[in-house]
């Protein structure tokens, strides 16, 4: 069993940056991570992901701004996000693909999910 506790959410103005933190309890080792995110009124969707071995893969529409990494000794993610938009509003998700198959842009591909942490963007 898996547990993610994600947090560095906040309100920040458009252009400024933010570093969310997800810790994961139980094992992950080798498990992709990824993160995801809902804005009002839409769906759930794929902001990037990073594998175990490091392969890293991200939404077009945070390429260049937003950087993920790993620290497996800490069994926790990060998402440094720069040059934040207004569009970057939503509730991000911190997510654990524990099995085999599916698309690592998928919701349904991933197992485990954090609460969510607010990310508000100001223009």
């Known amino acids: 069993q898996v547990q993610l506790v994600e947090s560095g959410g906040g309100l920040v103005q458009a252009g400024g940056s933010l570093r969310l933190a997800c810790a994961a309890s139980?094992?992950?080792?080798?498990?992709?991570m990824g993160w995801f995110r809902r804005a009002p009124g839409k769906e759930r969707e794929f902001v990037v992901v990073?594998?175990?071995?490091?392969?890293?893969y991200y939404a077009d529409s945070v390429k260049g701004r937003f950087t993920i990494s790993r620290d497996n000794a800490k069994n926790t993610v990060y998402l440094q996000m720069n040059n934040l938009k207004p569009e970057d509003t939503a509730v991000y998700y911190c997510?654990?693909?524990?099995?085999?198959?599916?698309?690592?842009?998928?919701?349904?591909?991933?197992?485990?999910w954090g609460q969510g942490t607010q990310v508000t963007v100001s223009s």
């Open positions: 997510a654990v693909r524990a099995t085999a198959g599916g698309v690592y842009y998928q919701v349904r591909s991933y197992d485990y």
């Open positions: 139980g094992r992950t080792f080798n498990y992709p």
């Open positions: 990073v594998s175990g071995g490091g392969a890293v």
